[in-house]
């Protein structure tokens, strides 16, 4: 029962020695947390613009260039895995203690320092596998690179770059949980969600910054284009298309911005909404009190590893059709049917592949239907609705498949939440005080409410995918940042009133 405890605790000699940020001793003050928070964030858009040394851009292909915005990184710079490292690793060690495969108890506090250590040992290991095949893949070296340190001299240069990269976004992760506010993770996929919107919306600078601005080649931010379009366009001009081009068919269109303003609305709206159950205490007469159970229970959990897996799916199949040696395997190398992909490009363009893709908005499979002989992109009404169809009941279904999973492993389903009640001393009025009881009572909201959220975040983030979204930003990063911003905001509060209220530190666990 013992074993895997002692294997880990026999690892955490090594990972003691990884660099590390050192936790506060006692009260950080909110002024100081939020300085770490400002300038942890600056230091992050600086890394996503210092670019990898000896890399040739122009031949080199960015395999996740679809989930760009939730990886928080940077394509072509040393933020080029972004988060992708650390969320898998912390992933797996969640899932692993939550499993019971990893016997660690987190409420004791050396446990949680074997589990923190371990994970970091992790981490390293996750971003030599994202990597390396990324390097040998990939990211091809500048010829420059190549003549002065050789091939392989030139890619161990790239690898060490990636590695350093990732290990310090990895740092400041820590030093936002330690000595800030919130999450890094959190702050760094907010960041770069926002950053997509921000340009997409307000970017003056024309589509082809090589030609000059004009009809045919117009502002590439929404509200730029549209006034641009607006101040320029004869009405003749306008009957014969623009109204298309400006509301459908641009690389930021209008129907984009509104689908992303409802996305944020409709989030806002389901992440303040919850079941409040009535609790009361067992010893102390009238000390009562709530349990909230939120109708987004399970958060964006299961949207996250449903994207993560449909990237997977998508890194795979692109492997197995374009990678020299994969290729070659029978029936699954080079397989059109399963996953066909253009040159330079990778977005399934056909396939099993493409039929669980993420859309790109209404031009990628409405326009297609409406004018396929201007839109065409080789695949037929039927298919493009089948299309949309499948990908929709993907994202829904594995989305309530996750969101189930994440609650049993994370203790947040019935039997774990009865027993945390039960250890606080509060009861559910006119119940007995047994642990069994809450369960049954808990039983009749968390597994209802754990599929209800799971199937809303998942058919939220299909939505927006297919109407699109401004920047590109995809419908998962909406909705990311959207409760990023609002946990932010309210974590920010927490901080204001335990500043004020000290008494308040050791309610929300010292301030920490």
């Known amino acids: 029962m013992e074993e895997t405890p002692s294997l880990l605790y026999k690892v955490k000699p090594l990972s003691d020695r990884l660099p590390s940020v050192k936790r506060p001793e006692g009260h950080v003050h909110f002024r100081t947390k939020m300085m770490w928070v400002i300038v942890i964030l600056v230091l992050y858009f600086v890394m996503?613009?210092?670019?990898?040394?000896?890399?040739?851009?122009?031949?080199?292909?960015?395999?996740?260039?679809?989930?760009?915005?939730?990886?928080?990184?940077?394509?072509?710079s040393i933020l080029q895995l972004g988060i992708g490292p650390i969320v898998t690793a912390s992933i797996i060690m969640q899932l692993f203690v939550g499993a019971k495969i990893i016997k660690l108890d987190l409420t004791k506090r050396e446990d949680k320092a074997c589990y923190q250590s371990v994970l970091k040992l992790l981490v390293i290991v996750m971003i030599l596998f994202e990597a390396v095949p990324q390097v040998f893949g990939y990211l091809v070296p500048s010829s420059g690179a190549e003549e002065l340190l050789g091939g392989a001299g030139a890619k161990i240069l790239l690898i060490v770059q990636l590695?350093?990269?990732?290990?310090?976004?990895f740092m400041m992760d820590e030093v936002v949980s330690k000595w800030g506010i919130g999450s890094g993770i959190s702050l760094f996929i907010a960041a770069g969600v926002a950053q997509a919107l921000f340009t997409g919306a307000l970017n003056w600078n024309a589509v082809d910054m090589s030609q000059a601005t004009s009809l045919s080649n117009p502002p590439a931010g929404t509200i730029p284009m549209a006034l641009y379009y607006v101040f320029n366009a004869t009405p003749e001009q306008w009957a014969g298309g623009?109204?298309?081009?400006?509301?459908?068919n641009n690389a930021n269109p209008v129907i984009a911005l509104v689908g992303t303003f409802v996305i944020f609305m409709l989030v806002a709206y389901l992440e303040s909404s919850r079941i409040e159950l009535p609790l009361s205490h067992g010893n102390a007469r009238g000390a009562r009190g709530r349990y909230p159970i939120k109708l987004m229970y399970a958060s964006n959990i299961p949207v996250i590893l449903m994207s993560?897996?449909?990237?997977?799916?998508?890194?795979?199949?692109?492997?197995?059709?374009?990678?020299?040696?994969?290729?070659?395997?029978?029936?699954?190398?080079g397989n059109a049917a399963i996953g066909y992909f253009e040159e330079g490009s990778t977005a399934a363009a056909g396939g099993l592949a493409w039929y669980v893709s993420a859309p790109t908005g209404l031009n990628s499979w409405l326009m297609p239907i409406l004018d396929p002989t201007m839109y065409g992109n080789g695949h037929?009404?039927?298919?493009?609705?089948?299309?949309?169809?499948?990908?929709?009941?993907?994202?829904v279904m594995g989305s309530i498949m996750f969101a189930k999973f994440w609650v049993e492993t994370t203790n947040l389903g019935p039997e774990s939440v009865a027993n945390q009640i039960q250890r606080s001393?509060?009861?559910?009025?006119?119940?007995?005080?047994?642990?069994?009881?809450l369960k049954r009572v808990l039983e009749r909201y968390i597994p209802t409410i754990t599929i209800m959220s799971g199937a809303m975040?998942?058919?939220?983030?299909?939505?927006?995918?297919?109407?699109?979204?401004?920047?590109?930003?995809?419908?998962?990063?909406?909705?990311?940042?959207?409760?990023?911003?609002?946990?932010?905001?309210?974590a920010i509060g927490r901080e204001q009133m335990m500043e004020m209220n000290p008494v308040m530190r050791g309610f929300f666990g010292n301030g920490e």
């Open 163 to 169: 590695f350093a990269g990732s290990y310090i976004l």
């Open 308 to 333: 993560s897996l449909l990237a997977i799916v998508s890194m795979v199949t692109l492997l197995l059709y374009s990678n020299g040696a994969l290729s070659q395997i029978p029936f699954l190398g």
């Open 242 to 248: 623009y109204y298309e081009q400006v509301f459908l």
């Open 48 to 76: 996503t613009n210092v670019y990898l040394y000896g890399l040739d851009q122009s031949e080199s292909l960015d395999i996740f260039a679809q989930y760009r915005t939730i990886m928080a990184g940077a394509s072509g």
């Open 425 to 437: 001393g509060m009861q559910i009025p006119g119940f007995r005080r047994d642990p069994r009881v």
């Open 380 to 395: 037929n009404a039927i298919q493009n609705l089948a299309h949309m169809a499948i990908y929709f009941t993907v994202m």
């Open 457 to 490: 975040v998942g058919a939220l983030a299909a939505f927006a995918d297919m109407i699109g979204t401004t920047g590109h930003a995809s419908g998962t990063g909406v909705l990311l940042c959207v409760g990023i911003i609002i946990h932010l905001y309210e």
